[in-house]
């Protein structure tokens, strides 16, 4: 259960509020089509979309930096796939990919729904690992960014969450104490343990599948916000 009063919510913005997997998708579809590459888009996700997270982590954790997220995660699947492809042709990849993504502006269900029912009781705020000048995009681009009082993003912060100085810097910037503000993400580890460490409450929205918990509420669609604030 919450406690309240709360009077602010800070957002995860990817697989939260951003359906991620579903514009990624659209934008490797156009990419494929464009460059010409000769592998079936549902072999690629299939292998893809859990090497992503694999390497998302590990960005998390300091172990790869940027440049090697976006080559790697490419280099990988296709060499999983057995499909030749020369490494000027990853990057043009991956630039493409960085550019086309945020102009897919699809939401999970029920988050406009949400974010206009909440939005007269409580100060919003987004926290991303996301980069910066993607995440901005995808905010104007799908015209929510109006919500947000504070967009905190790792590269501002400087650590990727779940270190403790992005959830801090989160609260000092929209100037509110831990226990008057929940989190509300899809991450486990990084949304959740991340915000639970430093105070905050937490609703974790579970689109992963990951077992069941007891560090705070689950929810499994956005609607079910409504059951707790």
Known sequence: MLKHPITDIFFDLDHTLWDFERNSALTYQHIFADLGIGVALSDFLHVY???NLQYWKLYRDGQIGKEDLRYQRLRSVFDQLGYPIADEQIHLLSEAYIQGLS???HLMPYALEILDYLRGGYRMHIITNGFEEVQFRKLRNC???HYFVQVIHSERA???KPNPRIF???LKEAGVEPHKAV???DSLEADILGARA???QALHFNV???PQHDYCPIIRHLGEIKNHL
Request: aromatic content about 0%.
């Open 49 to 51: 979309i859990p090497r």
């Open 103 to 105: 102009t897919h502006t």
């Open 143 to 145: 015209r929510i960014e």
């Open 158 to 160: 400087g650590v990727q």
């Open 168 to 170: 801090e810097l989160a």
């Open 183 to 185: 989190m509300i993400g």
């Open 198 to 200: 430093v105070g905050l």
């Open 208 to 210: 992963h599948d990951d």
